[in-house]
């Protein structure tokens, strides 16, 4: 755990600040509760509980009709106002991340350190202030409704719809292949500023990540030099009884209710599904149990997580969650999330191919070429992780494809096809040492349009791939900890719950932040970025007790 602020460390120089500097609004605490004016609402100290008419759309096609039925199902649902109790703040959380000392790790560490002690820091545009800025949550905003005295939207941060964990206070942990503690971690990254870096410095050599699991089979071999801080032994039993031990001595030693664990470590290569190993939950636990090869390490944390009761999430895009692993979370109740996150090149293709296919234009390729020189591309030069992430890049436009059958032609089930007509999609990865996390993406849409016409779009975009995925971690980390507290049951009809239960095991929720979405098994995957953002502000306002009013905007549109 860091040390307390002191005030050598916060204005930019050796000399202590004689004013602190404004909090950033993306850090910033406020406590204005949301208060809905409903008697679908009751708010009280403990618990949020709202009723919601979820209605929907039974739609049955024949060769003369489309018949429509609207539906209708009542629910309610219990959010606990009191986020997870930790060692900081009565109202705070934990995060342990697998891969603690690599890029992401280190510069979320950094980041929450510098937000937490107000440090700022000097570049040659001058004084820079700490932030949140590429944060869903805290940085950017959700419509709630509109002023009646002036008629015009009323807009707040989504951070402040429901009770969520302040970044500030999340306690940091987690585990490492290499023993360096964060501060030459840090250093190690070339990520942060190094004015940044100078002040954080002490109270991120206070962090040292525990040993991890390092199994040579899944990850690029270019990795082994950094693997000396080890978990003795290779009895993959052992090694998950130590994650679990390393869980709950974290817990006690801060005084936590809950711990979020997320991966963040290298891509994996993808496992092998094989009957009787991984295929149910049973057998996974067999598996690990007599040391089968195709247990991943990825995997060996996730079940520890679900095993302890403490919600997973998967940053990197190799099959952690094999059938089996689905299956040992649902039967504990508990939570996991994946895969891979979405932040800079997948994001724009998801947006623009909607745009393209909801346009009535007909994409006939994406070609995606990117190329990095930090450690994450270093580790995709192995052809086994590449394939991982290719496989997480390219399905991307698959449901927004799959909806337009009058651009593309569907998959003749008759004749045995699987998929239908689909644009040519090719990705590929270099490792340029040269610019470090500093990314280059290159994109080509090639596009059919009227009268065997073709539009070209070229997108050269260039980011700082780790402050992309560090706000991204601190999202899904945060909302996997509030949807923990969220309880629902339905309301009348034949499926009518007694009592109130948690959400599912699978938090698709968290799919605007991820490239391939985990989802409940047999639904479909929804990977537009709209129809995800859609779903998770819909969701919010349930937990308020407020129907999703969309953009109809129907006053404007009548007399």
Not at 69 to 87: D, H, I, Y
Not at 467 to 481: G, K, R, W, Y
Request: hydrophobic share 40%; glycine share 6%; net charge negative.
């Amino acid at each position: 755990m860091a040390p307390h602020a002191t005030g050598t460390y916060t204005n930019g120089s050796s000399a202590p600040a004689s004013a602190p500097a404004p909090v950033h609004p993306t850090a910033a605490r406020r406590t204005a509760p949301v208060v809905v004016n409903s008697p679908t609402s009751q708010f009280s100290d403990e618990f949020i509980t709202s009723k919601y008419e979820y209605r929907g759309a039974a739609v049955v096609t024949s060769l003369d009709r489309i018949e429509v039925t609207p539906t209708v199902q009542n629910f309610e649902f219990q959010t606990a106002r009191k986020v997870s109790k930790t060692g900081f703040d009565v109202n705070s959380s934990s995060l342990m991340m697998v891969g603690l000392g690599g890029n992401n790790g280190t510069t979320l560490c950094a980041t929450i350190l510098a937000n937490r002690h107000n440090i700022t820091w000097r570049t040659k545009e001058g004084v820079q202030t700490p932030n949140y800025i590429g944060s869903v949550l805290r940085a950017s905003t959700m419509r709630l409704g509109t002023d009646p005295r002036t008629g015009k939207d009323v807009n707040i941060p989504i951070s402040d719809v429901l009770p969520m964990v302040h970044p500030n206070d999340l306690v940091l942990g987690g585990w490492d292949i290499s023993s360096l503690p964060l501060d030459k971690a840090m250093f190690r990254a070339q990520v942060l500023d190094y004015d940044l870096q100078r002040q954080v410095e002490p109270y991120m050599a206070e962090i040292k990540p525990l040993p991890s699991i390092y199994y040579p089979d899944y990850i690029a071999a270019n990795q082994s030099e950094r693997a000396d801080n080890l978990i003795p032994g290779d009895n993959k039993q052992v090694h998950l009884e130590q994650i679990r031990a390393d869980i709950r001595a974290f817990k006690a030693e801060h005084g936590l209710d809950k711990v979020v664990v997320f991966w963040t470590a290298n891509t994996e290569r993808y496992s092998d599904l094989i009957e009787g190993v991984n295929d149910t939950a049973a057998n996974l636990l067999k598996a690990i149990e007599s040391n089968h090869h195709e247990v991943s390490p990825s995997t060996l944390f996730a079940v520890a997580a679900i095993l302890e009761g403490s919600p997973f999430i998967n940053g990197a895009p190799q099959n952690t969650f094999v059938p089996g692993c689905i299956a040992l979370a649902e039967e504990h109740r508990a939570f996991i999330g994946g895969d891979d996150l979405k932040s800079g090149q997948t994001k724009v293709k998801s947006v623009l191919a909607e745009f393209l296919v909801n346009a009535g234009i007909k994409p006939l390729s994406i070609a995606s070429y990117n190329h990095l020189g930090n450690n994450d591309g270093r580790n995709l030069s192995s052809q086994a992780q590449f394939k991982s992430k290719e496989i997480s890049k390219s399905s991307v436009v698959d449901d927004m494809v799959d909806a337009n059958h009058l651009l593309f032609k569907p998959a003749d089930k008759a004749h045995g096809e699987k998929k239908g007509e689909h644009p040519d999609h090719i990705v590929v990865i270099k490792y340029v040492p040269a610019v470090g996390d500093s990314k280059r993406a290159i994109d080509e849409y090639y596009s059919e349009i009227m009268m065997g016409g073709r539009n070209v779009l070229n997108i050269f975009n260039e980011c700082e791939d780790s402050l992309l995925a560090t706000p991204l971690i601190l999202d899904l980390t945060v909302l996997a900890e509030l949807l923990t507290r969220v309880n629902y049951r339905r309301v009348g009809g034949p499926n009518e719950d007694k009592e109130f239960q948690p959400l599912y095991s699978v938090l698709s929720l968290l799919s605007y932040m991820l490239k391939a979405p985990l989802v409940k098994p047999g639904t479909d995957v929804v990977n537009s970025l709209s129809r995800q953002r859609s779903a998770l502000e819909t969701f919010l306002k349930a937990c308020l007790g407020l129907q999703h009013e969309g953009d109809l905007l129907l006053d404007s549109r009548v007399w």
